[in-house]
């Protein structure tokens, strides 16, 4: 059984540049994960039958753990006093040398790879790459060369080395890409003994079948009410009600959608449209709506861009204009989400849902921005021409 000496909260810490290549994020313990329950069965009974996969997806929609998830089951994975509790669930010691590491931010064995690391590399070419994927050479440096290495501590745990590849989605697919997830098959098919490697994404259908078919796949969900309830108790939000009502709705059961739209003020942008929406619902062309929408994704990447050069980030305003717009369409649709299960409504409902669909295609296929806001307005009001 674990030793159990005092419990602490993990907190978050960014350490230095010179430190470690990118934030670090301090693992919370598994028990902890509000709201997945499955998901963290399907870990402790692969740690309980002594037989770990090597490679393993987490898969689901953006903020519901997934991540936070991955950190806390490697901190177990990683920790040679991991052991199960009187539950008969596995964790180890929480002032473990392991954990003290982990919390530090120094353990050698745990690597995480994202795009940031591209800002830290020895090439200017891929420090000077705007940061829209993973590159290859992240991939190579971070993943696929270590991988083939001794774990730097041998101490008896369940795997030796962990490797987290966040928004592993950016790994991607396309034709100028595509080799980026090539390069990860090899590892992927020949690993190294004690390496467990875990591809965390929102859109799983972005990687190549060959890399899904040689990984086990764990299914994350949002969250029921009440998980949400318990998550907010401890999150430190303090929202007004009336946001609060509204980020409840816009996150629908993920806690990183209610986070990210309370610091991105997203529901200032729902309360700055809705009154021109409500135009378009009475079949009225609400002039100046497309224009609005443009103007407050355009602020909201522009500052986005801002806070990546504050830190030395090379961040795109390309991809932050679309990010943005996917944030816009996101609080558009919410909108009139709820109309679904309202008879009188339904048809209404299901119309500006598909014009909100169908913007999404037009910004893919690189449709300028203020178009697309403009088309997606005529859509709303029921005057729209079909672009693709």
Same mark, same amino acid.
């Given at each position: 059984m674990?030793k159990? &000496?005092?419990?602490?909260?993990p907190?978050?810490?960014t350490?230095?540049?010179?430190?470690?290549?990118?934030?670090?994020?301090?693992?919370?313990?598994?028990?902890?994960?509000?709201?997945?329950?499955h998901?963290?069965?399907?870990?402790?009974?692969?740690?309980?039958?002594?037989?770990?996969?090597?490679?393993?997806?987490?898969?689901?929609?953006?903020?519901?753990?997934?991540?936070?998830?991955?950190?806390?089951?490697?901190?177990?994975?990683?920790?040679?006093?991991?052991?199960?509790?009187?539950?008969?669930?596995?964790?180890?010691?929480?002032?473990?040398h392991v954990?003290?590491?982990?919390?530090?931010?120094?353990?050698?064995?745990?690597?995480?790879?994202?795009?940031?690391?591209?800002?830290y590399h020895?090439?200017?070419?891929?420090?000077?790459?705007?940061l829209?994927?993973?590159?290859?050479?992240?991939?190579?440096?971070?993943?696929?060369?270590?991988?083939?290495?001794?774990?730097?501590?041998k101490?008896?745990?369940?795997?030796?080395?962990?490797?987290?590849?966040?928004?592993?989605?950016?790994?991607?697919r396309?034709?100028?890409?595509?080799?980026?997830?090539?390069?990860l098959?090899?590892?992927?098919?020949?690993?190294?003994?004690g390496?467990?490697?875990?591809?965390?994404?929102?859109?799983?259908?972005?990687?190549?079948?060959?890399?899904?078919?040689?990984?086990?796949?764990?299914?994350?969900?949002?969250?029921?009410?009440?998980?949400?309830?318990?998550?907010?108790?401890?999150?430190?939000?303090?929202? &007004?009600?009336?946001?609060?009502?509204?980020?409840?709705?816009?996150?629908?059961?993920?806690?990183g959608r209610?986070?990210?739209?309370?610091?991105g003020?997203?529901?200032?942008?729902?309360?700055?449209?809705?009154?021109?929406?409500?135009?378009?619902?009475?079949?009225?062309?609400?002039v100046?709506?497309?224009?609005?929408? &443009?103007?407050l994704?355009?602020?909201?990447?522009?500052?986005?861009?801002?806070e990546?050069?504050?830190?030395?980030?090379?961040?795109?305003?390309?991809?932050?204009?679309?990010?943005?717009?996917n944030?816009?369409?996101?609080?558009?649709?919410?909108?009139?989400?709820?109309?679904?299960?309202?008879?009188?409504?339904?048809?209404?409902?299901?119309?500006?849902?598909?014009?909100?669909?169908?913007?999404?295609?037009?910004?893919?296929t690189?449709?300028?921005?203020?178009?697309?806001?403009?088309?997606?307005?005529?859509?709303?009001?029921?005057?729209?021409?079909?672009?693709?």
């Amino acid at each position: 059984m674990a030793k159990r &000496t005092s419990k602490k909260t993990p907190t978050k810490r960014t350490l230095k540049p010179e430190a470690v290549a990118a934030p670090v994020d301090v693992p919370v313990p598994m028990e902890r994960i509000v709201g997945q329950d499955h998901a963290i069965g399907v870990l402790q009974r692969s740690m309980q039958s002594g037989r770990i996969h090597h490679a393993w997806i987490f898969h689901g929609p953006e903020g519901v753990g997934k991540f936070t998830a991955a950190l806390a089951w490697a901190a177990v994975l990683l920790d040679p006093t991991s052991a199960p509790g009187l539950g008969g669930e596995i964790a180890p010691d929480p002032d473990s040398h392991v954990q003290q590491l982990l919390r530090a931010g120094t353990h050698p064995d745990l690597h995480v790879v994202r795009k940031e690391l591209a800002r830290y590399h020895d090439d200017k070419g891929v420090r000077d790459k705007k940061l829209a994927t993973i590159p290859k050479a992240i991939v190579e440096e971070h993943l696929i060369a270590p991988a083939g290495l001794a774990p730097s501590l041998k101490n008896g745990s369940m795997i030796g080395k962990v490797f987290i590849v966040d928004e592993a989605e950016l790994l991607d697919r396309s034709p100028t890409n595509a080799p980026v997830q090539n390069a990860l098959l090899k590892t992927l098919e020949e690993p190294a003994p004690g390496t467990a490697i875990i591809l965390v994404t929102s859109s799983e259908d972005r990687l190549l079948p060959t890399i899904r078919s040689r990984c086990q796949r764990v299914g994350f969900h949002p969250i029921n009410d009440e998980a949400m309830r318990g998550w907010l108790k401890t999150s430190g939000i303090k929202a &007004t009600p009336e946001d609060h009502q509204w980020l409840l709705r816009y996150a629908n059961g993920s806690p990183g959608r209610y986070l990210r739209a309370f610091e991105g003020g997203f529901a200032r942008w729902h309360a700055a449209i809705d009154p021109l929406c409500a135009q378009c619902d009475r079949g009225q062309h609400a002039v100046g709506l497309g224009a609005l929408m &443009t103007e407050l994704v355009d602020g909201w990447a522009q500052s986005w861009v801002k806070e990546g050069e504050k830190i030395k980030e090379n961040r795109s305003k390309d991809a932050a204009n679309r990010s943005g717009a996917n944030l816009m369409f996101a609080v558009v649709a919410e909108r009139y989400r709820s109309g679904l299960s309202d008879p009188k409504r339904m048809e209404q409902s299901l119309r500006a849902i598909d014009s909100v669909e169908r913007a999404r295609r037009e910004l893919d296929t690189n449709v300028q921005m203020r178009f697309v806001m403009d088309h997606l307005a005529a859509g709303l009001s029921g005057h729209a021409r079909v672009l693709v």
